[in-house]
């Protein structure tokens, strides 16, 4: 399993942006798939963006056009740009590894999208 750890996460005023970074133990250049969920208080969690190691992106269509997924796979990080942030984008947010049919998961990070 791929060990993941999240930062970048806080408080911002709507409208504002933050940067998630997700750093990976290991190489994930072999890895399929990574990417983040969220989950926000009281609701399922669902997948907010995934980057194959191709490039290929996916996104919710609630944050299209909003946010961006990259990778970097020589520095084993993956990121999150969130742009127009909105109260509704307030949830913690998971970094996710899809890795030879094995899931692996962060710890999370809180976001916060308040006045």
């Known amino acids: 399993q791929v060990q993941l750890v999240e930062s970048g996460g806080g408080l911002v005023q709507p409208g504002g942006s933050l940067r998630l970074s997700c750093a990976a133990s290991?190489?994930?250049?072999?890895?399929?798939?990574m990417g983040w969920y969220r989950q926000a208080l009281g609701k399922q969690r669902e997948l907010v963006a995934s980057?194959?190691?191709?490039?290929?992106?996916n996104y919710a269509g609630s944050v299209k056009g909003r946010f961006t997924v990259s990778r970097d796979n020589a520095k084993n990080m993956v990121y999150l740009q969130m742009n127009s942030l909105k109260p509704e984008d307030t949830a913690v947010y998971y970094c996710w590894c899809l890795k030879g049919g094995l899931d692996s998961w962060g710890q999370g990070t809180q976001v916060t999208v308040s006045s």
């Open positions: 290991g190489s994930i250049f072999g890895a399929y798939v």
């Open positions: 980057i194959t190691g191709g490039g290929g992106t």
